[in-house]
């Protein structure tokens, strides 16, 4: 065993022997954030495109979010749920002003706010004399505890029979498929209005028209997953907002704490109405640090006017990609500071480049590059990050042809 506690090396050793094999790691163990850097444990600096999956929605160590965390470990970190904190009123106020939905909870990671979007669902089903159906989209990702991953795609499924019943899936963005698997019956449709890791798909305006009209005149729930998309990421406070579509439950995580851990199951009265006393509950969710933690992350997105800026430096940033007219890309997609640039190959290879040259990004669903910066990233960093992507690309180009 390497001794020397400066390198990476040293740390992915010691991963390696005790920590559960689930990830494959990139090489750096990373020790400090500032702003939109990140520095390894060699004291090499990154700039980040990827804020720890959508989370680091102000970046490392924002002033704001310091004193928070400050003041509020010094007056209460954690209560239980027997009693209410004006930290989670609060922030049930302030999310239902901005989601117009009417009633909140609060989790601790995305899957679980999808867990409990779907137990409140089939509760609002059941009311209605309907079974517990809920139908998810090909390519989509909603988690990985058991529920959601019967939501998700084969993949995820592998090794863990028996996966829970009451699933199926329709294709995204296909109308046709969603006639064929839909019946009065179902309990509600589970969507990203952007898909994450699926490959930064939007979902088509008309086909979320047509999906809204069904539910309503059926009477199933429509559930957004935004969980990756919420809390200013597409330049508005959710994805919804880009479609005017309300849905009748919103799920929130990642962006929602900054980088601590909550999330949040969203819904409308009508879908309230159906929850009793003890239907749900949760130890840590919803705890006074957490929410003293959102509302600042919140207020400072609405006292730096974030939204106007994410839009302009997302549509600036697509289109310089798209300048670069490269035959290696297929697609650039996204909204926001949520870019996908589909790759004509593998995206791995080009990630590792970039990473190797300073610039954090990932690949998901295989050839696709995600980007989801800090909300408060510069165009001046953008540029950095656009120059990397550009040297990288012409560096995997260039191996290719050879
Ligand atoms: C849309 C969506 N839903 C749910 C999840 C699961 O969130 P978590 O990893 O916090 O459980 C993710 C994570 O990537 C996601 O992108």
């Excluded at 689930?22 to 020790?31: D, G, H, Y």
């Excluded at 597409?234 to 439950?249: L, N, R, S």
Aim: proline residues 3%.
């Amino acid at each position: 065993m390497e001794k020397n506690h400066k390198t990476n090396s040293y740390y992915h050793q010691l991963d390696q022997e005790y920590y559960l094999p689930v990830f494959k790691r990139f090489p750096q163990a990373m020790q400090k954030g500032e702003v939109c850097w990140l520095w390894d444990v060699e004291g090499k600096k990154y700039l980040d495109t990827l804020a720890g999956i959508a989370v680091n929605t102000l970046g490392y160590q924002h002033p704001e979010m310091l004193k928070t965390i400050r003041e509020q470990s010094e007056k209460l970190l954690h209560i239980s749920n027997f009693f209410v904190s004006p930290e989670q009123v609060k922030l049930a106020e302030k999310l239902s002003e901005i989601s117009k939905m009417s009633r909140l909870f609060f989790t601790n990671s995305g899957a679980e706010s999808v867990e409990g979007a779907i137990k409140v669902a089939r509760k609002y089903a059941h009311s209605k004399g309907k079974d517990g159906t809920i139908v998810s989209f090909s390519q989509s990702f909603h988690g990985r505890t058991m529920a959601t991953i019967a939501t998700g795609q084969k993949k995820y499924q592998k090794g863990f029979d028996p996966i829970p019943q009451g699933f199926a899936q329709a294709k995204f963005n296909d109308w046709e498929s969603v006639k064929k698997v839909a019946d009065k019956n179902i309990a509600a449709f589970l969507i990203e209005p952007i898909q994450g890791e699926g490959g930064i798909n939007p979902v088509d305006k008309n086909f979320l028209q047509k999906l809204k009209a069904f539910c309503d005149r059926n009477d199933n729930l429509l559930i957004f997953d935004e969980v990756q998309t919420g809390i200013g990421r597409t330049g508005k406070w959710f994805a919804k907002d880009h479609y005017q579509i309300e849905p009748d439950i919103m799920t929130l995580a990642k962006g929602l704490g900054g980088g601590i851990p909550v999330g949040a199951i969203a819904c409308n009265e009508k879908v309230a109405e159906a929850v009793d006393f003890g239907d749900h509950g949760t130890t840590f969710g919803g705890n006074p640090l957490a929410c003293a933690v959102a509302l600042t992350v919140i207020d400072v997105i609405e006292k730096e006017k974030l939204l106007e800026k994410v839009q302009q430096n997302g549509d600036w940033f697509r289109q310089e990609i798209k300048n670069l007219h490269a035959d290696e890309i297929k697609e650039v997609r996204g909204l926001g500071l949520m870019t996908g640039i589909e790759l004509h190959f593998e995206a791995k290879d080009l990630v590792m480049d970039m990473l190797e040259n300073g610039v954090i990004a990932n690949a998901t669903a295989g050839n696709v590059v995600r980007m989801v910066p800090p909300l408060i990233i510069s165009k001046e960093e953008l540029t950095i990050a656009l120059e990397t992507f550009k040297k990288s690309l012409q560096k995997i180009k260039t191996a290719h042809v050879q």
